[in-house]
């Protein structure tokens, strides 16, 4: 049974920086893409950044340059290092392997 747990959310300043973790067990997850989502109150759940078994990324444009997503596949970890936040970043961060989801952590940005 697959089960993802999120870490590492919190309230930052505009500019600030959080890094967030996911750890998995329960499935080798290297041989799979894994993603972030995020869902912000009164929106659609959106995802945010993918990395595929071979390390190739994908990011929505509006965290390009800023986020980065990151694997460990010996620690089973995955990471989202996230610098100048802005306050349009404020969400429920969630990740994603396969069709299972890990229960989501708070990220608030101050103004």
């Known amino acids: 049974q697959v089960r993802l747990v999120e870490s590492g959310g919190g309230l930052v300043q505009a500019g600030g920086s959080l890094r967030l973790s996911c750890a998995a067990s329960?499935?080798?997850?290297?041989?799979?893409?894994m993603d972030w989502h995020r869902q912000a109150p009164g929106n659609e759940r959106e995802l945010v950044a993918r990395?595929?078994?071979?390390?190739?990324?994908y990011y929505v444009d509006s965290v390009k340059g800023r986020f980065t997503i990151s694997r460990d596949n010996a620690k089973n970890t995955m990471y989202l290092q996230m610098n100048s936040l802005k306050p349009e970043d404020t969400a429920v961060y969630y990740c994603?392997?396969?069709?299972?989801w890990g229960q989501g952590t708070q990220v608030s940005v101050s103004s």
């Open positions: 329960g499935y080798p997850f290297r041989y799979d893409a």
């Open positions: 990395i595929r078994p071979d390390g190739s990324t």
């Open positions: 994603k392997l396969l069709t299972v």
